[in-house]
């Protein structure tokens, strides 16, 4: 068991490093500036692109999204509202195809330092959030909800745990 969770650390602290661009990128300990938003709208696909890891685990499908270089959506009084809305963005686009769990776990974190090829230090971790749903729950004909009131949060999102 040891040995396959230091596997799974590795890859995980890669970022799956054989099905991405491989080519080292600066280290940065607070990560790159996020791309300016237009009209309100937020850039989805930048925010995942090399940022998140999504694992199905045929039980549930498991997402680990760092939200370093977009830490500042995460920050005020919405900060419930965004994490709901990213979820259910993060789901839209990255659900694995073969998957056929309704069930997901996601967990939402800070990678606050990088080694000197770019990678995540994992004794630096922030936890955000972690998260439970059913996908059924946030997406709606496969696109995911816009909107989510305080009580969608409590009901769609059980656990919804704010770190």
Do not use: C
């Amino acid at each position: 068991m040891k040995i396959f969770f230091g596997i799974w650390l590795f890859l995980l602290g890669t970022g799956w490093a054989f099905a991405q661009d491989t080519t080292p990128t600066p280290a940065s300990p607070v990560g790159t500036a996020a791309p300016a938003v237009k009209s309100g709208e937020i850039p989805w696909a930048v925010w995942f692109k090399k940022n998140t890891m999504v694992t199905d685990k045929k039980e549930y499908v498991h997402f680990f999204f760092n939200a370093q270089d977009f830490k500042a959506h995460y920050e005020g009084d919405n900060k419930s509202a965004m994490i709901a809305q990213t979820a259910a963005q993060m789901v839209a686009s990255l659900y694995p195809v073969t998957a056929t769990s309704d069930t997901i776990k996601m967990d939402i974190v800070y990678v606050l330092d990088r080694d000197q090829y770019g990678l995540s230090k994992w004794d630096s971790l922030e936890r955000v959030a972690h998260l439970e749903f059913l996908k059924s729950a946030v997406l709606k004909n496969g696109k995911p909800k816009k909107n989510f009131s305080p009580k969608d949060i409590s009901k769609i999102f059980n656990p919804l745990q704010l770190f």
